[in-house]
């Protein structure tokens, strides 16, 4: 089936510093959305992309969807305390007929003290 | 706006039994999606609902179950506990078919421990 890999699957950072996350696929999808989930919470939206090269923010948050449609990234700058947790990326993609959602393993943000 | 209310947020089972989990979208979603979450494996898809039908289902077996009533909300039913179901189950509602954007709100998941 489709699998998206999403990489790195952690990272330690100091505060300040930018990060940089992907996913990749060898299908191709016509939506990604990234999310993030703090601790004990379900996931929540962070992004959505809906067309092969687009780029779009969300305060410190930049996200790419790829010309090949395979691919998308996230970049954080500046990170803050409060950007740790896990990123999920996900892509949508119709499949026998239905849309599925096909989700990467996760990026665990931590940041170093 | 309530956000998407999963009840219960934590519950213990022992092997063998079987547990209802409940969930209310947000007000005016007719979509509800339910996701399995475990540290080794991410986000596993389990099933679709939109008006009351299955739109879409996972890889699961079929001691799965789901419903959706008039009202939007929704139940997962595991039977026949198994070790291995002990997991964060999130619900995920969306204000169109689940097709139409992949835009999700999550609840807060329930957490099963099973023993």
């Known amino acids: 089936g489709q699998q998206l890999n999403q990489s790195p699957q952690s990272m330690f950072i100091q505060e300040g510093e930018d990060v940089s996350m992907n996913c990749t696929s060898s299908s191709i999808f016509n939506t990604w959305l990234w999310y993030k989930q703090d601790p004990g919470e379900g996931p929540v939206l962070l992004i959505a992309l809906y067309k092969a090269g687009e780029l779009t923010s969300n305060g410190r948050l930049t996200a790419q969807f790829g010309i090949t449609r395979k691919d998308s990234f996230l970049n954080i700058s500046a990170s803050i305390p ?32 | 706006k309530a956000g998407v209310t999963q009840t219960p947020r934590y519950l213990i089972k022992t092997r063998g039994q079987q547990v209802t989990l409940s969930c209310s979208p947000i007000s005016g979603h007719r979509s509800v ?20 039908t299955q739109r879409n289902k996972g890889n699961f077996p079929g001691r799965f179950s789901g419903r959706q009533f008039s009202n939007s909300r929704s139940e997962m ?26 835009e999700l709100f999550f609840g807060e998941g329930s957490r099963l421990t099973v023993l």
């Open chain 1, 82 to 113: 409060s950007d740790v947790g896990i990123y999920f990326c996900a892509g949508r993609a119709k499949l026998d007929s239905n849309y599925q959602l096909i989700w990467g393993a996760g990026t665990k943000l931590i940041i170093k003290p």
């Open chain 2, 33 to 52: 999606s339910w996701y399995q979450q475990t540290p080794g494996q991410g986000l596993q898809f389990l099933f679709e609902y939109f008006s009351e």
């Open chain 2, 77 to 102: 039913n595991v039977s026949t506990l198994e070790l291995g179901d002990s997991a964060l189950y999130l619900c995920a509602s969306s204000s169109g078919a689940f097709a139409n954007t992949g």
